[in-house]
């Protein structure tokens, strides 16, 4: 694949790495590839597929679906989770690290050993995936949308003020929307402005990170699977991949969880890596993520109540936030604008797509090697 230069921002654990053919081979440049990868996987190591079909087609005319893989007995006292491509175009990065699991056969004897069930849940937001969008085709935020909705939802007044700004009629933004943008950053804060932005909010159907009103086709499916997977098992773990914060190539351990002490603490005994990783926290300000509401990893305790749940978003950097920032808002712009130029069309794509998988064989392998770990770990404290 790419030959092209590190950036500039890569992670020391990005300069380190040395391409792995046998990882450059689980990747995929489309998502219907993706799909094909995943599922011959699973063919190849005699498992069984569950397909939720979408009802939607992909960009290229294909099938979409939640496809699912369970590696392991269906009464394991212990289940560990890996899913994929909660936000979509996220997914190029994601399916790649669950293909090369699969086809891993050190990491799932292990897995076998620690008795441990993996349940591949591959293409949560299979929509997205395939039109390199972050939303599902409501134009929700996935990781936004898990809420009660027969309750007042959460008010995000900082978007409220913003919104407008986020999504001008042309695009590239005038030099005015640009002072106006910057203007606020410095009156309130890059932290202040992260926040306002990528919180979630429900007001704007149109908007950024828009959470939705009611539960998405990817929310009552990634429900339906946690009630027939996870309901048999006494503890259960999540990692769900993520990409677009953090210095490139590094996996930031994100914990996934109630701000619970003796939770939390669990999850620093699996996963903090001996001090290499550490797992971060929004709730204490640790992470490069800001507050967030709605979240997906909601769903486990509520369709599993019998389960002890420990999860983590494994969050691989691959961009400055202002320019992941700049490619969400331009690939919005184009949702909105869809007589645009072919070629802006394209080029902004091709924006969304960099700003949420690196395209160099280092950063492939670094992914992999940081989930499998994570993994590992994960069995370990389920075993233990």
Request: contains cysteine; aromatic residues 8%; proline residues 5%.
């Amino acid at each position: 694949m790419s030959a092209a230069p590190l950036p500039a921002d890569a992670h020391p654990i990005l300069r380190q790495a040395a391409p792995d053919a046998t990882i450059e081979a689980a990747f995929s440049r489309r998502y219907a590839e993706a799909r094909d990868k995943f599922l011959a996987a699973a063919r190849d190591t005699g498992l069984a597929v569950q397909s939720h079909l979408h009802p939607l087609k992909g960009r290229d005319g294909e099938d979409l679906a939640m496809d699912v893989v369970r590696d392991g007995p269906a009464d394991a006292a212990s289940v560990l989770i890996v899913s994929s491509a909660c936000h979509g175009v996220e997914g190029y990065c994601g399916s790649g690290v669950q293909v090369a699991a699969l086809r891993n056969a050190a990491l799932r004897a292990q897995m076998a050993r620690s008795g441990v069930a993996v349940l591949y849940i591959h293409a949560l937001n299979p929509y997205g995936f395939s039109h390199v969008r972050r939303t599902t085709h409501e134009n929700v935020d996935l990781n936004r949308n898990f809420h009660d909705f027969s309750q007042p939802l959460p008010v995000n007044e900082g978007y409220r003020d913003i919104h407008a700004l986020l999504l001008p009629e042309q695009w590239p933004p005038a030099a005015d929307n640009d002072a106006a943008i910057a203007a606020y950053v410095a009156q309130h804060g890059a932290k202040a402005f992260q926040a306002a932005v990528s919180r979630g909010q429900h007001e704007f159907a149109d908007g950024l990170f828009y959470g939705g009103t009611a539960p998405t086709w990817s929310n009552q499916t990634v429900r339906a699977v946690l009630r027939e997977h996870g309901r048999a098992c006494q503890r259960l773990a999540w990692i769900d991949l993520h990409t677009g914060l953090g210095p490139c190539g590094l996996g930031e351990r994100i914990y996934a969880g109630d701000d619970d002490a003796a939770t939390i603490a669990r999850a620093r005994r699996w996963w903090d890596g001996g001090g290499k990783t550490p797992i971060t926290s929004f709730y204490d300000g640790s992470s490069t993520s800001a507050f967030l509401t709605g979240l997906m990893w909601t769903s486990a305790p509520q369709e599993c109540p019998q389960a002890e749940v420990t999860g983590m978003a494994l969050e691989y950097g691959t961009q400055p936030f202002t320019q992941m920032t700049q490619a969400l808002r331009a690939e919005h712009w184009l949702h909105k604008h869809p007589e645009a130029p072919a070629a802006q069309a394209a080029a902004i794509k091709q924006q969304m797509m960099d700003a949420f998988y690196t395209d160099l064989p280092q950063w492939r392998t670094v992914i992999v090697q940081q989930a499998h770990e994570a993994m590992q770990q994960a069995a370990d404290g389920l075993a233990g």
